[in-house]
């Protein structure tokens, strides 16, 4: 069954340094979004991203983040310059293009920030 | 902006009784309310769904029911078993305009112990 991966598992960085967090969508998915979850808090939004723009942004997305879609497969999230509040569970979720099923995301199994 | 409620927080049950989890939402525009499982360490899991032309959806032992009058929705899970276990998260989202999900607003979690 085709699900959604990320990379790294667990990333430890600096305060100020800049991480890239890698997801690949399932293959024929068109919607993707960035959820992060701090320990023992709710999932939160980040942005939803389609046909190359970003849809939807939460106030959490500042100037500081940015996604990308590199080439076909590929979807990363950017932080250019970690604090440690950005310490949190990232996950990557992706959905269909239209059609009966389009409201579904599904989940990747996260990246762990750790920022120090 | 869209808050979604969850209650309870936790939950022990003996294996064979049945589990009920309660989410309210406050965003009458939301029309997509999907329930995830959370197993430690992996990213949330698609479990069911249910949109808001449907006031009731079952999927082998586990059902949701939708209220849209009093804005709330609820997971049932009937003959538990000690895989049942983990942390189960409501949330809810509309239909963006271009036919994908919007962002999913996400409940606090229950974690449900399914003790044998």
């Known amino acids: 069954e085709p699900e959604v991966t990320q990379t790294p598992s667990h990333q430890v960085t600096q305060m100020g340094q800049e991480v890239i967090l890698r997801c690949v969508p399932i293959s024929n998915h068109l919607y993707f979004y960035w959820y992060r979850q701090i320990l023992g808090q709710k999932v939160e939004f980040l942005v939803s991203?389609?046909?190359?723009?970003?849809?939807?942004k939460s106030e959490i997305f500042d100037d500081q983040f940015s996604v990308e879609r590199p080439d076909g497969s590929n979807f990363t999230l950017k932080i250019r310059s970690t604090k440690l509040e950005d310490s949190a569970m990232y996950f990557c979720?992706?959905?269909?293009?239209?059609?009966?099923?389009?409201?579904?995301?599904?989940f990747g199994p996260g990246t762990r920030l750790t920022v120090t | 902006g869209e808050n979604v409620e969850q209650h309870p927080s936790t939950l022990s049950v003996q294996e064979g009784d049945s589990a009920v989890i309660k989410c309210t939402y406050s965003?009458?525009?939301?029309?997509?309310f999907p329930w995830y499982k959370q197993e430690l360490g992996k990213g949330p899991q698609l479990i069911i769904d249910?949109?808001?032309?449907?006031g009731e959806k079952k999927d082998q032992r586990i059902a949701v029911t939708l209220n849209k009058t009093a804005k709330h929705f609820s997971l049932h899970i009937t003959e538990t078993q000690p895989e049942d276990s983990a942390v189960y998260f409501c949330a809810a989202s509309g239909v963006g305009y271009m036919g994908g999900s919007e962002k999913l607003v996400f409940g606090k979690g229950t974690k449900l112990t399914v003790n044998p």
């Open positions: 979720a992706s959905s269909r293009d239209g059609g009966e099923y389009s409201y579904e995301q599904y």
């Open positions: 965003d009458s525009a939301s029309n997509y």
């Open positions: 991203f389609y046909n190359n723009e970003i849809s939807e």
């Open positions: 249910i949109r808001s032309n449907v």
